[in-house]
């Protein structure tokens, strides 16, 4: 079975710019999550999607950030115009249902370079 | 304040050795916890979860004290493939984003 994929894998952009960033959930997913690590700190949530639904953005840094998951299958996240601080990695996570049994699968990132 | 907070070491211990971590986190509504282990410039991997009667799988333990809010994760007889940083978990019950620490980073030495 596949699992997450995010693509692209890395990113160099200026600011200003516009990136858009895709993850495929492990097939049957529901549940598709977006988290991302900025240079020197933790791990930190942005959103949560069930299906097509929006569940949880309460980690939506502002409305630079545009998440979708049309069709409740891959989703996209776009950051519209980019800045420095957007730098960092961004990490995408699918899982079968909600509830601390079910895992979170992580997919490898994508490194963001804003310059 | 963080609401997970470990001590980002770095740790380096000998092969053989016994190593523990510690973690604390402030928010009293959390309800489950995990360590996940995460290589270098690789996706996070969920370790273990964490249960308030404790669990051990194969040399890896974890210990959650609700009371003081703090979890460990010891590792005995560590093993070179060891080496990686290990994230403390909490998610509130509710809820279902992770909330991760900012990781403690061990390196095993031959």
């Known amino acids: 079975e596949a699992g997450v994929t995010q693509f692209p894998s890395h990113s160099v952009i200026e600011k200003g710019q516009t990136v858009t960033l895709r993850c495929d959930p492990i097939?049957?997913?529901?549940?598709l999550y977006w988290y991302r690590r900025v240079m020197g700190k933790e791990i930190k949530f942005l959103l949560h999607?069930?299906?097509?639904?929006?569940?949880?953005e309460s980690g939506m840094p502002n409305n630079r950030f545009l998440a979708e998951r049309t069709g409740g299958t891959y989703s996209t996240l776009k950051v519209q115009p980019a800045e420095l601080e957007d730098s960092g990695v961004y990490f995408c996570?699918?899982?079968?249902?909600?509830?601390?049994?079910?895992?979170?699968?992580f997919g490898p990132g994508t490194r963001l370079t804003v310059t | 304040r963080k609401e997970v907070e470990q001590d980002p070491g770095p740790f380096n211990v000998p092969e053989g050795a016994t190593v523990a971590f510690n973690c604390t986190y402030s928010?009293?509504?959390?309800?489950?916890f995990f360590w996940y282990r995460q290589d270098c410039r690789k996706e996070p991997k969920l370790l273990m979860s964490?249960?308030?009667s404790g669990n051990e799988d194969g040399r890896f333990t974890a210990q959650l004290n609700r009371a003081s809010q703090y979890i460990s994760l010891l590792i005995r007889d560590s093993k070179l493939s060891d080496s990686a940083t290990y994230l403390c978990?909490?998610?509130?019950?509710?809820?279902?984003?992770?909330?991760f620490g900012q990781g403690t980073r061990l390196t095993i030495n031959p």
């Open positions: 996570a699918s899982s079968q249902e909600v509830g601390s049994a079910y895992e979170q699968y």
């Open positions: 097939s049957g997913h529901d549940n």
């Open positions: 999607f069930v299906k097509e639904s929006k569940q949880d």
């Open positions: 928010n009293s509504a959390s309800q489950s």
């Open positions: 964490v249960y308030s």
């Open positions: 978990v909490a998610r509130t019950g509710g809820a279902q984003k992770l909330v």
